[in-house]
């Protein structure tokens, strides 16, 4: 496969996303006025209860099977690392760069979750169908090129609806405390009569005044956060048995990992890896494939809206983002710098120690999961938790413009290795 046409295979899916976002954009504007914020708003809660669960299920109940989740258990493990080492980078990048507290998850969050969803399923089965492809026959090779990603995205869904999600919300959360809080304490004018020059103008009349969060649906909620003024963003734990400690954290972990994305990929395991209960919504023969086809219906809708949503959310973006460009550069050298280099040098390792099948388009597709842009989900995530919206597309998309030279360069670098 030469590499005019590898670029054009890579280029399509990136441009399709960068296209959907202009379209978002321009129905973002005065001039159609249909995704305002509050649209924005309610279209994402959409896309994160029903549409992203629909999606993950369809996906995992269809093409996994008990025995390829046995056969393909080094993936979870792949897609681990690239969220361990994407997050150790971009708490680097962080530390090195200081943006902004409520940003800081966002970066992380850019460098450790890949795109292990559409792109995927839409580069490999292309790179399959395409003359002179290292991996064999074009129709098995797309057939279990689809099933390779279909695992991937309901895995990569696994760790972003747990490890990114615990992310962008806990951003959010210290973010609206800090805001609430400076906003919630009443100021008077400091009457010591004995102040000096260097004495404060304004006083709080209360410093032990508490400021409680409200969810992003506008209702309070205790689990979320109740901050004093004079510990901001800390949590009181010195009143706290150690028990108390752990049964909150796993409290706070249960929480997350009933998100409904969690759910429905839970779910879609049980199911593909439970051949009667596949039987019953999967086939031709199924008594209930309608349920089936419902859900996948529901299911793709998912990616068009998160581009839509994406987009309207750039155009507020370009007029009000407070995101350095070091950021964003550090963000594009750890996602298609660092992080490939490092993915060649896991599978090759993983290879020589007989942890991978021989099957060069697995190695393959664990190579890109090190590749990918950031996750769209993200951006889901920013939306709900009301919190670096306009950074979010402003981040996502410069590293989609440069994943359209990236993609091609490793993809091709890779299949060289594997050829």
Sequence with gaps: MGFFTLLEVATMPVLQVLIISILGAFMATGYCNLLTADARRQMNKIVFVVFTPSLMFASLAKTVTLQDIISWWFMPINIGLTFLLGGILGWIVVKILKPEPHLEGLVIASCSAGNLGNLLLIVVPAICNEDGSPFGDHSICSTVGLSYASFSMALGGFFIWSYTYHLIRTSGITYRAMQIAKESIPKTPNKDLDANAETKLLKGEDEDQVAV??????????????????????????KQSPWDRVTGILHQIVDELLAPPTIAAILGFLFGATPWLKNLIIGEG???????????????GTIPCITLILGGNLTQGLRSAKLKPMIIIGVICVRYMILPVIGMGVVKAAGEFGFLPADPLFRYVLMVQFTLPPAMNIGTMTQLFDVGQEECSILFLWTYLVASLALTVWSTVYMYILS
């Design 213 to 238: 969060l409200v969810d992003p649906n506008g209702e309070e909620n205790e689990s979320l956060a109740i901050v004093t003024q004079t510990s901001v963003g800390k949590l009181d734990n010195e």
């Design 286 to 300: 199924a008594p209930l494939r309608v349920i089936q086809d419902s859900i996948k219906l529901l299911g793709d």
